[in-house]
């Protein structure tokens, strides 16, 4: 019903910079919150960053500074703007979204199958 795919992972160096981008299509009526939250190997996943309908935001103490999420409600898409970018920022990066699929229906979560971002020292 819905789908969210990401984009722009990649390989980077230390210091360096990326741009994620998660777009959510299909039944959409209407997107509460949205974030980014990430995995790397052996770990949990973790909350990086989330903005609201509102563009309220919060982020994980470890990216203060340095990553900013930011929305596109016209166009259902999500972005992370991750600078200064450290060897321990290495991990799958997934987008959750918030969504009601009716006028009448709950929100529920819906993730994205996740973009590698790998930062080499």
Same mark, same amino acid.
């Given at each position: 019903?819905?789908?969210? =795919? /990401?984009?722009? %992972? %990649?390989?980077?160096?230390?210091? %360096?910079?990326?741009?994620?981008?998660?777009?959510?299509? %299909?039944?959409? +009526?209407?997107? &509460?919150?949205?974030? #980014? !939250?990430?995995? $790397?190997?052996?770990?949990?996943? /973790?909350?990086?960053?989330?903005? @609201?309908? +509102?563009?309220?935001?919060? !982020?994980?103490?470890?990216?203060?500074?340095? +990553?900013?999420?930011?929305?596109?409600? @016209?166009? &259902?898409?999500?972005?992370?703007?991750?600078?200064?970018?450290?060897?321990?920022?290495?991990?799958?990066? !997934?987008? &959750? $979204?918030?969504?009601?699929? $009716?006028? #009448?229906?709950?929100?529920? &979560? !819906?993730?994205?199958?996740?973009?590698? =971002?790998? =930062?080499?020292?």
């Amino acid at each position: 019903q819905v789908q969210l =795919v /990401e984009s722009g %992972g %990649g390989l980077v160096q230390a210091g %360096g910079s990326l741009r994620l981008s998660c777009v959510a299509s %299909g039944s959409i +009526f209407s997107i &509460n919150a949205m974030g #980014w !939250y990430r995995q $790397a190997p052996g770990k949990q996943r /973790e909350l990086v960053a989330t903005i @609201t309908g +509102f563009s309220s935001t919060t !982020y994980a103490d470890s990216v203060k500074g340095r +990553f900013a999420i930011s929305r596109d409600n @016209t166009e &259902n898409t999500v972005y992370l703007e991750m600078n200064s970018l450290k060897p321990e920022d290495t991990a799958v990066y !997934y987008c &959750n $979204a918030e969504v009601r699929t $009716a006028v #009448w229906a709950r929100p529920a &979560n !819906y993730w994205g199958q996740g973009t590698q =971002v790998t =930062v080499s020292s």
